[in-house]
């Protein structure tokens, strides 16, 4: 079986916020509790990802920070 066929080899619980840096590449997040997830992206750009259901692995990569500004959603774990 191929590793890029895993969903994810480890997470962390992250606290949003419009300035702290994610220090490795994600794979996506989860969230315990459904809502809104901004994300930022190296390039600067942002993206309000909406109602993100709690629970499930949100595929999402290229992002370096989770926003606190836009993110309704809690219990953020970023998937690696």
């Given at each position: 079986?191929?590793k890029?066929n895993?969903?994810?080899?480890?997470?962390?619980?992250?606290t949003?916020?419009d300035?702290?840096?994610?220090?490795?590449?994600?794979?996506?997040?989860?969230?315990?509790?459904?809502?809104?997830?901004?994300?930022g992206?190296?390039?600067?750009?942002?993206?309000?990802?909406?109602?993100c259901?709690?629970?499930?692995?949100?595929?999402?990569t290229g992002f370096?920070r989770?926003?606190?500004?836009g993110?309704?959603?809690?219990g953020i774990?970023l998937?690696?």
């Open positions: 079986m191929s890029e895993i969903g994810a080899l480890g997470g962390d619980d992250w949003p916020s300035t702290a840096l994610i220090g490795r590449p994600t794979r996506g997040f989860q969230v315990a509790v459904e809502g809104d997830v901004e994300l992206y190296a390039d600067g750009s942002t993206q309000v990802w909406p109602a259901a709690a629970g499930v692995l949100h595929a999402h370096i989770v926003l606190a500004n993110t309704t959603a809690t774990v998937a690696y």
